[in-house]
């Protein structure tokens, strides 16, 4: 049968990983057929078959399977991509880049890429065994989330997931109902160890109540920033859920207007909006919120703590380093960009935007939690 050795490949993992170091391609393809010892098989035959079943689904042995690849994207069809675990994930700031680095450094992992239909893998849902992330960083976009998930990283007490595109594109399906979504959370996050912490899209606080069904009582912080320094970093580059008309947009059903800004308004208003109602109605315990302006190397190790991990003496330094680094460009030491808002702005709009933020920051502002103490700060975050 045609994808018969595909599938010998997808469920014998020590077979890929022996073969994963090869960088000729047909080194790579005579080094297969050897270890599948099928007599006949050439390696032009082989690749064929591996490209046929690239363009399929398959139905692996999910207890194995599961150890042995990365959810590496989600399509509206209901199907999962894969990448192999050739090794641990590399360092970048978004989960897509790190799985992508990781590809590119395999010629294998480059060749072999299955895919399964999320209804095969509900299917298992009662053979897996769960396993909540550490926590959820929820933010209002350009306001330090990726800093912070960065530092968190640095500590290597937690695989952090950075908007990862299979968990947005599944989110955003509108034909997977309310419980498949659930339970395929519950299912794709147990598959990182350690337990990771999940940061996700700023728009995907619209899916609060699923996520919580999905994980009542896992740790969430929320990260804010004043509005009118937000919506000037998007004038200077605009983020995805900031344009109207996109997929993104949709979920959060703000009408576009004739003016951006003001479209851009809305959308923050509601982001602001749907935070402080999941922060006033959940457990205090169990949610945080911390400024941009907060962001330093006590304030992460208050925050990990929270997510169940203490930094390691020998990590610090590390973690330090890390906050001294532009954020989505790591290798690049952190510049502020002065997002000066009367530049960006004329007075009219300030106050326009001003008057219709600002009071919503400042009820967020004054739901802080001290990490410490645990009690409501009226005056703010004083510890942070």
């Not at 599944?170 to 598959?191: C, I, Y």
């Not at 300030?350 to 802080?368: G, M, T």
Request: net charge negative; charged share 20%.
């Amino acid at each position: 049968m045609l994808i018969d050795d595909f599938n010998v490949l997808i469920d014998s993992p020590e077979i890929l990983k022996r073969c994963a170091g090869y960088s000729d391609f047909q080194v790579l393809m005579s080094a297969l057929v050897d270890q599948l010892k099928r007599p006949g098989l050439e390696p032009d035959q082989l690749y064929e078959e591996i490209l046929k079943g690239n363009s399929r689904s398959i139905e692996p042995d999910i207890n194995q399977f599961r150890h042995h690849w990365y959810p590496a994207g989600y399509s509206q069809n209901g199907e999962i991509n894969w990448r192999i675990k050739i090794a641990e994930l590399p360092f970048a700031p978004f989960y897509d880049d790190r799985v992508s680095q990781l590809t590119c450094r395999s010629l294998l992992a480059t060749l072999i890429k299955p895919k399964l239909k999320l209804d095969y893998l509900l299917k298992h849902f009662n053979e897996f065994e769960e396993a909540a992330p550490a926590g959820f960083i929820f933010h209002l976009s350009r306001c330090g989330s990726t800093l912070l998930a960065n530092g968190l990283s640095a500590t290597g007490r937690f695989s952090v997931l950075s908007e990862a595109s299979f968990l947005t594109d599944l989110l955003l399906d509108s034909s997977l109902g309310f419980q498949d979504k659930v339970r395929a959370l519950r299912m794709l996050l147990s598959l990182f160890n350690p337990s990771p912490v999940i940061k996700l899209n700023a728009w995907d606080i619209v899916y609060f109540s699923l996520i919580r069904e999905a994980f009542p009582t896992t740790p969430i912080v929320f990260v804010i920033r004043e509005p009118l320094e937000i919506l000037a970093s998007h004038k200077r580059l605009t983020g995805i859920h900031m344009v109207p008309g996109t997929k993104v947009a949709h979920c959060l059903g703000q009408p576009a207007t004739d003016s951006l800004l003001e479209y851009q308004a809305a959308v923050l208003q509601q982001l602001m909006c749907l935070m402080f109602e999941h922060r006033s109605r959940g457990s205090p315990e169990y949610i945080r919120v911390i400024d941009y302006r907060q962001i330093d190397l006590e304030a992460l190790e208050r925050i990990a703590e929270f997510f169940g991990a203490k930094i390691p003496a020998m990590q610090m330094l590390d973690v330090s380093l890390m906050l001294q680094k532009n954020s989505k460009a790591p290798d690049d030491a952190f510049c502020p960009y002065a997002h000066n808002i009367v530049q960006n702005f004329d007075s009219n709009e300030i106050d326009k935007v001003a008057d219709r933020l600002v009071p919503h920051y400042q009820k967020l502002k004054l739901s802080f939690v001290d990490f410490n103490t645990q009690k409501v700060s009226i005056a703010g975050y004083p510890a942070m």
